[in-house]
């Protein structure tokens, strides 16, 4: 069935540091692709997405471009800020199954340090 | 625009109580609702999707039931928690009409501790 890898943090970086959080997925036919971010005590909130091969989504400083013949969408971002810190979470939606399922990832934390 | 409220934002139960979130959506008609639970260091589970009023659809068997009464309502569920029902609990909605491979907004979320 579907599903999504992402790389398990925590994940700890200086300010302005270049960020990579890795995501690959598994699915049938052309799923959309969306990262959501999940400050502490909070819901998650849509950072980006791109809904076919080789669109780049891109939101605050950050970027991911849907590769199809790597099957990932690797999460970027050229310079961090202590405000970044948050939970990081992949997630594809995708026909077929149930219907109401976008499947996530287990979420990577990054932490930031001034 | 469209907005999404859930209450309580926290909840401590003890085992065997009755359970009742509530999560409404302003701004749109139909939307889709989902329920989501998050257990502490796990990624998202989903628990309920509806596509319209009274109609739920139930991903895991579980302690937990749904409902929907209003067209912007989900309400979630229990007669009597488990320790296990302790998480975080999100409510989500997404545009009438769409597949799943369109976007979902997420409300704050419920945090449960069942003693």
């Known amino acids: 069935g579907d599903s999504v890898t992402q790389m398990e943090g925590p994940v700890t970086l200086s300010e302005e540091a270049f960020l990579t959080i890795n995501c690959t997925y598994t699915a049938t036919g052309y799923p959309s692709l969306f990262w959501y971010v999940q400050y502490p005590g909070e819901g998650l909130q849509l950072l980006l997405k791109a809904t076919k091969a080789d669109d780049k989504g891109s939101n605050k400083g950050f970027e991911a471009t849907y590769r199809k013949e790597t099957t990932s969408f690797h999460l970027e971002k050229g310079s961090v800020q202590v405000s970044d810190s948050a939970v990081y979470f992949c997630?594809?939606?995708?026909?077929?199954?149930?219907?109401?399922?976008?499947?996530f990832g287990k979420g990577t934390k990054l932490s930031v340090k001034p | 625009s469209q907005t999404i409220h859930q209450w309580p934002a926290t909840l401590v139960q003890p085992v065997g109580s009755p359970l009742s979130l509530e999560c409404t959506v302003e701004?749109?008609?139909?939307?889709?609702l989902y329920w989501y639970r998050q257990a502490a260091g796990r990624g998202l589970q989903l628990l309920f999707y509806?596509?319209?009023?009274?109609?739920i659809s139930s991903e895991v068997p579980q302690n937990l039931s749904a409902s929907r009464p209003q067209d912007r309502q989900f309400i979630l569920s229990s007669k009597k928690l488990l320790l296990s029902d302790s998480g975080f609990y999100l409510c989500?909605?997404?545009?009438?009409?769409?597949?799943?491979?369109?976007?979902?907004?997420f409300g704050p979320g419920t945090r449960l501790l069942v003693l």
């Open positions: 989500a909605w997404s545009v009438a009409g769409t597949k799943i491979k369109e976007t979902q907004y």
């Open positions: 997630a594809l939606g995708a026909y077929g199954g149930s219907q109401g399922n976008l499947i």
């Open positions: 509806s596509v319209g009023i009274g109609q």
């Open positions: 701004g749109t008609s139909n939307p889709n």
